[in-house]
């Protein structure tokens, strides 16, 4: 016998809870079940028992840990319970959904036939999540922000060398995400502005609540914000054959021609005087040219006040409505793959999503070697901000967008597998699918649908263990970062800026492909951290590497905290080119550059998700304490049983191409462990 068996432990599980069983807490002593010989077989250790609600959760896995569906503007005929329990069929937990892009907002049929979605999915036990837009980037309402005042609308500071007054203050519609994006070419609202926001909130949200707020905190959980920015910079065109295809809602004025722009906002001058001291406008054209430590002060200043008030006006303003009406704030930013990019389209990525209750991304591709190229920053970004925001929970909007984009779609149940398997070893916990279900089979669907509750069974209340910390150097990149007026890419900034994002980027990828979990924290985070017993504590999560990449000049505070780290003997890693990089490992050995690896830790146990993302069988060997007494447990097959243990503290794991196991070690003191291990 190689696996439970589901039926007995059904049983078991129910002649438990109707016992009255308690849920006791982590550290104390946890209710387990105990097999009987010829059922324990090979699955389950003697003594080893896993507690009760981790077995009742893997082996039926409730909505919440399911994924959700993805599926805009539901039509009436399918907003039953009858459909929606179709979808439950299928394995799926909950939808993803909004009022139908058609008469956006407009229609009280639409309306209606939301409200009979919602009333289903309550009926039939399933999660709503609330997608905030037409279609996207969140933030227009679907053109009703600016129907409301044209005065709302995106600004955007214009250099033109070739003008006697170089210096223009212009709409930021033309050559920018808002013009050029898959879903409709829209003028879009400036996310600067508060009374823009605030008339967003108003049209979309508060509509949302005066209907259905009866399923707020309960059926509905969270809203979905997708794609917001500054609209500051020229991301390129689309290819000509898909732009012949996206629908127009606002003419393009040919005749604006493309220029090197940076966010504005009627009030941005005098804050920047009230926080600085100083007039922007003599000090304009260093925003624009300059290589200075002058210039770089004054665009470093610039871009840290535009982070602030982004942060606080639109992300700030969507986390206070949701938690004043029992939902969370979600979503995800606009190209999280380029640190480059994030400086003109959010100020700072890793604030802005720290400014959610659950931060996500977006994962286009379900090619799971994605992970070792740059779908680590893409998933470490909101990993680290829920980490330092104390939560847990992440998001990811994934597809196979890009296998279809080059007709080499759909992706196939393993590669699915695999790429949500990565992305939960760096954290993510809920899963919305744009995963289009008529291109597979519903037993395929399903099978992804159990595999990934099935991770969430065992991780979605554990807790990420990075021990090691990456600087995100966007404070060099706002010193650095000089707007173009073609499309944005990393060679058109300086040397040193290529320096750092190269060297970045590098070290996040090798560490990635060396199963080294790592944490990643910005100059404002690093600032904030306090050294005790040789480790670098930031909001309460300790670490004892510190990783730096080339070329970074780290302000007063962080270069103190820095400092003060390797005076107490934390380990400092800077450029990683070193033998110092070399010394720094994880606990895998073995495993080639195609394995990735989470550590967790619940219920003073280790828990550490391994993957396998590439197309060839791996042989690796896992160091960890008591080995003999670890368990295997596949999310793909459902079995749990013993590992194989090859010394007193390694274990032997053998993964097939695309997989993914999950082991689970004993209850054991924090001591014995080398990360920082504590309840969850």
Known sequence: MTGFNYKLVGVVLACLFSAGLSMTGAGAEEPRIQFPAEVRGEDQLPGAGL???????????????????IVHGLPAGQATPEAMSKLKELGLGGIVCNVNFNQYLRSQEHWQALINAVQACAKTGLVVWIYDEDGYPSGAAGGLVLEKDVKF????????????????????????????????????????????VECFVKVTHDA????????????????????????????????????????????????IKPLASVPWVADLAAKYKERYGEDIAPVRKSLFAGDSDDDRRVRRQFWALVTDLFAE??????????????????????????????????????????????????????????????????ASLPGSAAIFNGGRRV???????????????????????????????????????????????????????????????????????????LYYPIYDAWGEYLPIAEKLTVESQSERMKTIVNSFMSLGQRMTRRQIPFALADHELLGSAAVRNGQLFIKGRGFDTLVLPSGVELPAGADKQMKEFETAGGKVVRGGEGAEFRELSGIVSGAGDRVVVGRFTRGWREIVLIVNVGGESV?????????????????????????????????AVSLGRRCAVILIGPIRQASHYGVNLRSC
């Open 313 to 378: 006006r639109y992300y700030g303003r969507l986390k206070k409505w949701a938690g004043e009406h029992k939902v969370a704030s979600s979503g995800h930013i606009l190209w999280e793959e380029q640190i480059v990019h994030g400086v003109p389209l959010e100020g700072n990525p890793l604030k802005m999503l720290m400014q959610m209750q659950i931060p996500g991304l977006d994962m286009l591709t379900s090619d799971p070697e994605a992970v070792i190229y740059t779908g680590w920053l893409t």
């Open 153 to 196: 609308e995106a600004l955007a500071l214009a250099y033109d060398p070739s003008l006697p007054d170089r210096f223009i203050l212009r709409a930021s519609y033309e050559h920018t995400h808002a013009s050029n994006n898959f879903y409709a070419a829209r003028r879009y609202p400036n996310l600067l502005d508060a009374e823009a």
């Open 395 to 469: 998001m990811t909007e994934v597809s196979d967008f890009s296998e279809n984009m080059a007709k080499r779609g759909p992706a196939s149940l393993e590669q699915m597998c695999a790429t949500a398997a990565w992305q939960a070893a760096m954290g993510v916990t809920e899963f919305t699918l744009y995963y289009n279900r008529a291109a597979r089979s519903p037993e395929d669907y399903r099978a992804y649908c159990d595999f990934v509750g099935r991770l969430n069974a065992l991780l979605r209340e554990a807790r990420a263990e990075p021990s090691v910390l």
């Open 51 to 69: 507690p009760v609600q981790w077995l009742a959760a893997w082996s039926a896995p409730s909505a919440e840990l399911r994924p959700l569906q």
């Open 619 to 651: 042989e690796a060997t896992i160091t960890a304490p008591q080995a003999a007494q670890w368990l295997r447990a596949d999310p793909g097959s459902g079995r749990i049983k013993a590992v194989r243990a090859a010394g007193p503290d390694k274990i």
């Open 208 to 255: 949302y609540w005066e209907r259905l707020k009866g399923f707020f905190g309960s059926t509905i959980k969270a809203f979905f914000t997708d794609e917001p920015s500054l609209m500051a910079t020229n991301i390129g065109p689309l290819p000509a054959e898909v732009a012949k295809n996206v629908r127009v809602a606002d003419p393009l004025d040919e005749s």
